[in-house]
């Protein structure tokens, strides 16, 4: 049984910094493609980061690109994702989510993952 647990989250002023983290318990001898999606308050669910099972490739949505990275450290089962100049319109909850142990790189699609966290909130004032 593989379970993640998302931390970090919190209130912070707009232009300021979180850390998420997301640590991944069970059947840690497997790597896995993670990703983040957040879903703020009557809209769906949306893509944030993706990265690969070795943590070399990433991807990201344009809204965060240039402010936000996301990575991994396999030797400690956690991944991770540093948002940078927070807006107000990054408000939301974010997930973290890990794909199947077979996959090698990560989806910008929430129906690749078969493995998701409880989500953590994030909350940007003006």
């Known amino acids: 049984q593989v379970q993640l647990v998302e931390s970090g989250g919190g209130l912070v002023q707009a232009g300021g910094s979180l850390r998420l983290s997301c640590a991944v318990s069970?059947?840690?001898?497997?790597?896995?493609?993670m990703g983040w999606f957040r879903q703020a308050p009557g809209k769906e669910r949306e893509f944030v980061a993706h990265?690969?099972?070795?943590?070399?490739?990433?991807s990201y949505a344009d809204s965060v690109k240039g402010r936000f990275t996301i990575s991994k450290d396999n030797a400690k089962n956690t991944a991770y994702l540093q948002m940078n100049s927070l807006k107000p319109e990054d408000t939301a909850v974010y997930y973290c989510?890990?794909?199947?142990?077979?996959?090698?790189?990560?989806?910008?699609?929430?129906?690749?993952?078969?493995?998701w966290g409880q989500g953590t909130q994030v909350t940007v004032s003006s």
């Open positions: 989510a890990a794909r199947g142990p077979t996959y090698l790189t990560g989806s910008a699609d929430s129906k690749d993952y078969i493995y």
């Open positions: 069970g059947r840690t001898g497997l790597k896995y493609a």
């Open positions: 990265v690969s099972m070795g943590g070399g490739s990433t």
